[in-house]
DNA sequence: CGGGAAATGTTATAATGTTTCATTATTTCC
DNA sequence: GGAAATAATGAAACATTATAACATTTCCCG
C-alpha cells in the first residue's frame, strides 16, 4: 500500500519550514520583490504546520514572540505573500495555507482533513482541464479557480468515529 | 454559435423565482421540512437575481420590506435553506445563491462572473469524477467539494476593458 | 545625501458570523 | 381538546474576519 502523502505523516516539519522560506527567498530576490522580515516571519508562522492559519492566528503568533502588529500588518504580509505564489488562502476556512508548489505557476487542487485540518495542496491537470473543459462549453471565460475538497485524511479514516 | 446560459442573459426572472418556490414548497412538503414564511422569504429574496446575496444584503432586503430580523434570523433560515439543497453558500464571496437543481442531489461548480456578478451553476460529472480520482489517488476520502471558477461571463467577455 | 516610492505603524471601523437565553409556535400523544 | 415535548423565532450581546484612512519610516536610486 502506498504511504501518505507527507502532510498527513509525522515528519521533520521545520525541515518543510526551512525549504519554503529558502524557496520563497530566492523567488524574491529573481522578481525584485522584497521578502522583509515581517513577510518572511509571517510565512514562517504559516508554515508552522499544515493546517491553515488563520489572520488572528498570525498575529497572536507574532504577539506570542514579543512582536505588537495590528490586523493591517498581517493582512498586508498575507496579500504579498500571496500575490507571489508562496501562500494561498483557503477560502472556506478564511486562513492561509503555505504554498508547496512555490513559483511553478498552477492551479492547487486543497485536500482539508476535517478531523486533523492538515491540508493537502494537489497539482492535477485532469481536473483543471475538466474545469475548463466544462467552463468553455458555458462559453464562460475562466479566471481564477477555487477547489477546495473536505474530507478525512488517510491516518484520519481509520479513527475516524465520525466526530 | 451557442447562446448564453440563461442566468447571464436578460430574461423574465420572476419566472425564475417562482418556480424556485414552488419546486421548494414541493420538496419540503415531501421531506415534512416546514418551509415557514421567514424561509420563504429569504429563499424569495436570494433568488431575486443570479447574483449571490450577502447574509446582510438579505437582512437589508428584510428591512425594507418592512420586516425587522437579527442575523441570526437570517444565518438559521440560509442554515436551513442549505440543508434542504435549496440554496448554495459560495465561499469566495460569502454570499449565497439560489441553487438551480434542488432536490437533484448533485455537486455544484460556480461560474462567477467578476463583472456583473451572475453565477451560473453546472453539474459537471466529468469535473466531479477527475476530483474524485484525484482524492483517490491521494487516498482521501472526499466528503464536500467547493468548486468556484471566477472569471468573465459570455455576455461580460465582449465589453471588458479589464475593469 | 535627498527625493520618491514602497513598506509599515496606528487608529478606527466595517463586514461577517455566532452564542445564549427567552419566547412563541407546532406537533405528538394521551 | 389539552398537556408535554419539540421546533422555530426573537433579541441582545459578542466574536471573528477584513478594510479604510492617514501618518511615519525605510529603502532604493540617482
Redesign the pocket.
Known amino acids: 500500500m502506498a504511504r501518505s502523502p507527507l502532510a498527513y505523516r509525522p515528519h521533520n516539519h521545520n525541515a518543510c519550514i526551512d525549504a519554503a522560506l529558502d524557496h520563497a527567498r530566492v523567488l524574491c530576490q529573481q522578481r525584485?520583490?522584497?521578502l522583509?522580515?515581517?513577510?518572511e516571519r509571517v510565512l514562517a508562522l504559516v508554515w508552522q504546520s499544515h493546517r491553515p492559519l488563520?489572520?488572528?492566528?498570525v498575529l497572536a503568533e507574532l504577539a506570542r514572540g514579543g512582536q505588537?502588529?495590528?490586523?493591517?500588518?498581517v493582512?498586508?504580509?498575507l496579500?504579498?505573500l500571496q500575490q507571489h505564489g508562496l501562500v494561498h488562502?483557503i477560502a472556506s476556512l478564511?486562513?492561509f495555507v503555505g504554498c508547496s508548489h512555490a513559483g511553478e505557476r498552477h492551479r492547487g487542487l486543497f485536500l482539508i482533513c476535517r478531523r486533523c485540518r492538515n491540508v493537502l495542496e494537489l497539482t492535477a491537470p485532469p481536473v483543471n482541464a475538466a474545469v475548463e473543459a466544462a467552463a468553455g462549453d458555458a462559453h464562460f471565460q475562466a479566471e481564477d479557480v477555487t477547489l477546495e475538497v473536505s474530507g478525512l485524511c488517510p491516518t484520519c479514516q481509520t479513527e475516524a468515529v465520525d466526530d
Chains 1, 2 share one sequence.
Open positions: 525584485n520583490a522584497r522583509t522580515a515581517i513577510r488563520g489572520a488572528y492566528d505588537h502588529a495590528a490586523p493591517p500588518t493582512y498586508r504580509a496579500e504579498f488562502r478564511n486562513a
